[in-house]
């Protein structure tokens, strides 16, 4: 029996009720059934993003957006980007929404996801405190990390497997430092295994006048509690910071919304998606610059 023969029903109850207790009863059968009635028929999918897009505030600002131009519903679950592309494999989601390039490539080629679009960039920037007791600043992240190890210097770091995390990495390496179980060894080092606003606020609030910490400059720029915090080293080439997004492959998890989540992807890399991206601001300044390559 369908939501609406139910209603329908419900409601030729109601014409039939004389007790008014029953009358409220049965009335509020019929809003319930309708609504559920209504909710079955919204289509609706499941993203998994990171949390950089969902604690910078672009989901709250594109999501609307997408919605009075699709009418769908949209579930975003913010994780770091490890933790998203699992879930594309689990079949936990439709739509992957992510920045690791080559995490991305792979579950690709491992058939988990259908295609990879570039959606758009932003950058990486070293935070710390505003006095600089290590000396980092400049635009050298590989000699700004040396630095840090060099000093024993307070660092926060994601340690979560995120698209930032990744890229912290790297740049571990490219700086000629080793970091076994994912550490560069150091004993003020502090992985959290927490979302970017978790470490922000951890580095914000560490004795001493707060700690060093790898962000992307879209958190970074909607975060509030910056304490004595500013950005330290920005500008390397290296820090570029390029978002991609993949449909979950049905193949591999028939039970995936393919066809709506291919809306939502034709939607984020059409000119008017990626113009709904390049709007989004906070004090004036442009937090991601849409570079679609469909």
């Known amino acids: 029996m369908s939501g609406l023969s139910m209603a329908t029903r419900a409601i030729r109850f109601v014409g039939s009720v004389r007790s008014g207790r029953m ?16 909710m079955a028929q919204t289509p609706s999918i499941v993203i998994a993003s990171t949390t950089s897009t969902e604690q910078s505030g672009l989901f709250a600002h594109l999501l609307p957006e997408f919605k009075k131009a699709t009418g769908m519903d949209v579930r975003v679950v913010a994780v770091g980007t490890g933790q998203a592309i699992d879930m594309g494999r689990r079949g936990d989601a439709d739509v992957l929404f992510v920045h690791d390039q080559a995490a991305e490539e792979k579950v690709v080629a491992e058939g988990f996801a259908i295609q990879r679009f570039a959606v758009m960039y932003n950058d990486f920037v070293l935070v710390g405190p505003a006095s600089d007791p290590a000396g980092v600043r400049g635009r050298d992240i ?7 190890q060099a000093a024993n210097a307070n660092v926060v ?10 890229a912290e990495l790297r740049y571990w390496k490219t700086a000629g430092i080793e970091t076994p179980a994912g550490t560069p060894g150091f004993a003020n080092y502090k992985a959290c295994g927490c979302g970017m606003g978790p470490a922000l606020n951890i580095a914000a609030n560490t004795p001493g006048g707060g700690a060093y910490v790898l962000a992307d400059r879209g958190t970074w720029l909607s975060f509030r509690n910056r304490a004595d915090l500013a950005v330290l080293v920005e500008g390397d080439t290296r820090l570029f910071n390029q978002y991609g997004v993949m449909v979950v492959n049905p193949a591999k998890h028939p039970h995936t919304k393919v066809a709506q989540a291919q809306k939502f992807v034709d939607w984020i890399v059409s000119p008017a998606g990626q113009a709904v991206i390049a709007s989004y601001r906070i004090h004036g300044e442009q937090l991601f610059f849409p570079n679609a390559t469909k």
């Open 157 to 166: 770091s994601r340690g979560d497997k995120s698209g930032t995390h990744a």
């Open 142 to 148: 590989a000699l700004a990390l040396k630095k840090l």
């Open 23 to 38: 009358l409220k009863a049965a009335v509020g059968l019929v809003w319930i059934l309708a609504a559920g009635a209504s």
